[in-house]
């Protein structure tokens, strides 16, 4: 059994209600019992977190980074988070950032991502159902890497 992460980044946890025309009406809430579902599926475990401080997420990551892979949508930190950044490249797990709009037709400052260079890929503007295709990715590339059972 595999330990998958899902972190979500500040404002996340209005999934639902905020800017529903940009994000949907899905909440974070059902996201993660989808990301949960299909990794347990999978026979693996999927350990989600959401903060709106870059702290409480770097500390989150220290302390699960021994997991097998991360699925990571760091909100607005993708553009501005260079201590999270950090933190993703020193536990050194392989992960796929997520975002649920297309950040390349938003304003310019979002296509800057500080996350990208990093990442074993990216799903952008596919709204929530891009965590499912994440976890779906994150499951396939553990039995590819043979970390775990497939």
Not at 97 to 115: C, G, L, Q
Request: hydrophobic share 45%; with cysteine.
């Amino acid at each position: 059994m595999a330990q998958i992460l899902l972190l979500n980044g500040p404002n996340l946890n209005l999934l639902g209600e905020r800017e529903p025309e940009i994000y949907g009406r899905t909440t974070l809430k059902e996201i993660e019992a989808r990301v949960t579902a299909k990794a347990a599926g999978a026979g693996h475990r999927c350990d989600c977190f959401q903060s709106n401080h870059e702290g409480q997420l770097i500390d989150w990551l220290h302390e699960k980074r021994s997991a097998n892979f991360l699925l990571l949508n760091a909100g607005g930190l993708t553009h501005t988070g260079i201590a999270l950044r950090d933190a993703v490249a020193a536990i050194d797990t392989p992960f796929v950032e997520i975002h649920i709009s297309n950040i390349y037709r938003r304003e310019p400052f979002r296509a800057r991502s500080y996350f990208s260079d990093l990442a074993v890929g990216l799903i952008v503007g596919l709204g929530p159902q891009g965590y499912e295709f994440a976890a779906e990715f994150a499951i396939n590339h553990l039995a590819r890497a043979g970390e775990v059972a497939g």
